[in-house]
């Protein structure tokens, strides 16, 4: 394998709320955490300002973690109990995002995701993102690791 440049970008203060209801223990319950996320990106070669992936170039990116990360409570899809979430939605008592699967695991493939369609659209497959960990707090944190396919690197 070539030599590769990587650069990794925190973003963080992202509270919100989920349940895990198939959980028997007090996972099932509704709680919370300040979520961050650190992304990994990876290039050949580096842009004309010299840099992999140009942070200040990322404000789509940390716009999305805020529409679905800040002051939200998530809710799995398939939650017995998502009318009543819904109920609570619309009378203004949360703000709702139903998701597949709200855990960190799936949550850092989720951005990944997002990283990975801007930087699709944008870098023509220069740069991607080919890590993402997902901490809810200090001592818990979850990854989701791959290479996008059109990746050129």
Do not use: I
């Not at 198939?22 to 955490?33: D, I, L, S, W």
Request: charged share 20%; aromatic share 14%; net charge neutral.
């Amino acid at each position: 394998m070539a030599g590769a440049f990587t650069c990794s970008k925190t973003f963080s203060g992202f509270p919100c709320s989920h349940r895990q209801w198939r959980h028997p223990g007090h996972c099932r319950f509704v709680h919370g955490y300040s979520r961050s996320f650190t992304f990994w990106f990876r290039a050949r070669e580096l842009d004309v300002h010299g840099f992999v992936v140009d942070f200040s170039s990322l404000k789509e990116l940390e716009a999305q973690l805020t529409a679905q990360f800040d002051h939200t409570f998530l809710v799995n899809a398939d939650d017995p109990l998502l009318a009543q979430w819904q109920a609570l939605h619309e009378q203004g008592a949360l703000d709702l995002r139903v998701m597949a699967n709200v855990g960190m695991e799936a949550s850092a493939e989720l951005v990944w995701g997002w990283a990975n369609a801007l930087l699709q659209g944008r870098e023509q497959g220069r740069s991607c993102c080919w890590k993402v960990e997902a901490r809810e707090n200090a001592r818990n944190a979850a990854c989701f690791e791959r290479l996008p396919d059109w990746f050129k690197g």
